[in-house]
């Protein structure tokens, strides 16, 4: 037991484990001792304040925090309402390493090379559709772990949490920036963020982040140029004359004319806000356009999203719409036939190294005549070395064995 040192609203001697007591578990029992309600009491120790916002998801036990044995804590009161804001602030923080927690569990369990769970697979797309290739694990892992989190700063912003959404994007910075910056020029995931990051410092009305507001709305426009190319000019060319940026335009210049009016720039100002106009208009739907579309069998939503893409024009909207269709036909097709290869990996088990069996390299083996059962005995035996596996299937003695162990295999799974 160690014994730590109360002066303030009590003074005397606690004794604590300092390995399994919690900031709450001694915040209530200087209360007790105090003859106040907990949540009017104040900890310091060290000249820090003791907040339990350290773990990541859990309570932070007091030696985490640096309390140690003979420790001098001064215990202050406070009203009841700066009690339940400290409260709900240590609170908001737990929730906030809670979801970092989650991610970073979720990219581990993901990118270990370890069977990945039917509900995530990443597939990061170009503006032409065509998949990203990652140059390294750690590019894996950053990007993973930046969509997820970008992914829940968006729901809390849905929520109006805006200050919690602002930390979680932060992180989110944090693991983009741990990606390579050449898989990152050909998608606007960052820029994206960046933006939603400003939305929030508007949002919370807090006049300090003005000039970090205009800082990320450059990096923000850069990013969307490189992604995008000048003007959009690649977007429309990959996207056959289309103008699906537009509305994300429209955002940005508002941010942007904002920022600007508040640093006293007000003919920048100005110029975003009649750009922006321009732009809302352009993507205002007609009535009769949206009746045609919507005759068609498609939802008022998904219409004028298509519409607002097409520039208002109808039939364009409506090959737009059929083409997302059949698109989104062939990803439901392609889930499928992914969960039914994640089903055969766990029949197959894994590697001495607790890696999945690659499905490709089965099949590569299995083209040249080999049985796919042998064969995926033979990759999961030798860490998905193909010529290894090839190998022990062209020796008869390797190949013996691979067939009793199947066979063992088989009969038990019956």
């Avoid at 066979?407 to 799974?413: N, Q, V």
Wanted: hydrophobic residues 40%; contains cysteine; glycine residues 6%.
């Amino acid at each position: 037991m160690a014994k730590l040192k109360i002066a303030g609203t009590w003074s005397g001697v606690l004794e604590v484990e300092l390995e399994s007591w919690t900031v709450p578990m001694l915040r209530e029992e200087v209360a007790k001792r105090s003859n106040m309600l907990p949540e009017t009491i104040n900890l310091i120790c060290a000249g820090k304040v003791l907040k339990d916002d350290h773990g990541g998801g859990c309570d932070s036990k007091l030696s985490q925090l640096g309390v140690k044995n003979n420790s001098k804590v001064l215990a202050t009161r406070i009203s009841v309402d700066e009690g339940k804001s400290l409260m709900a602030e240590e609170e908001r923080s737990r929730r906030v390493a809670r979801i970092k927690a989650a991610a970073t569990a979720l990219v581990n369990r993901h990118a270990d090379g370890s069977l990945p769970v039917e509900d995530f697979n990443l597939e990061l797309e170009d503006q032409n559709g065509e998949k990203v290739r990652f140059g390294s694990e750690t590019d894996r892992r950053a990007m993973m772990m930046g969509l997820m989190l970008h992914a829940n700063a968006k729901s809390l912003i849905k929520r109006q949490m805006y200050k919690d959404a602002l930390e979680v994007l932060t992180m989110g910075e944090e693991a983009f920036s741990l990606c390579d910056p050449k898989v990152l020029e050909f998608v606007d995931n960052v820029p994206l963020l960046q933006i939603d990051m400003v939305w929030c410092y508007f949002m919370l009305r807090d006049i300090s982040w003005l000039s970090e507001a205009g800082i990320r709305l450059r990096k923000a426009r850069e990013g969307i140029e490189r992604a995008h190319g000048k003007d959009s000019s690649r977007v429309r060319l990959l996207q056959a004359g289309r103008h699906p940026e537009l509305a994300l335009h429209l955002r940005m210049e508002l941010l942007e004319a904002v920022a600007a009016y508040h640093s006293g720039q007000f003919d920048k100002a100005r110029n975003a806000l009649t750009s922006a106009q321009a732009k809302f208009f352009q993507l205002q739907v007609p009535d009769e356009s949206l009746s045609l579309v919507m005759s068609m069998g498609f939802k008022e939503q998904d219409a004028k999203r298509a519409l607002r893409i097409c520039s208002q024009d109808v039939g364009s909207a409506i090959d737009f719409l059929v083409e997302e269709k059949a698109k989104r036909a062939k990803e439901r097709e392609d889930n499928e036939q992914r969960r039914k290869e994640i089903m055969e990996q766990k029949r197959y088990g894994l590697t001495p190294l607790k890696k999945a069996v690659d499905i490709e390299k089965i099949k590569e083996l299995v083209s040249i005549g080999f049985e796919k059962e042998l064969v995926a005995e033979a990759l999961r035996r030798n860490e998905n070395d193909s010529q290894k596996a090839l190998d022990d299937l062209t020796n008869p003695e390797s190949n013996s064995a691979i067939q009793v162990t199947n066979f063992f295999l088989m009969k038990f799974s019956i």
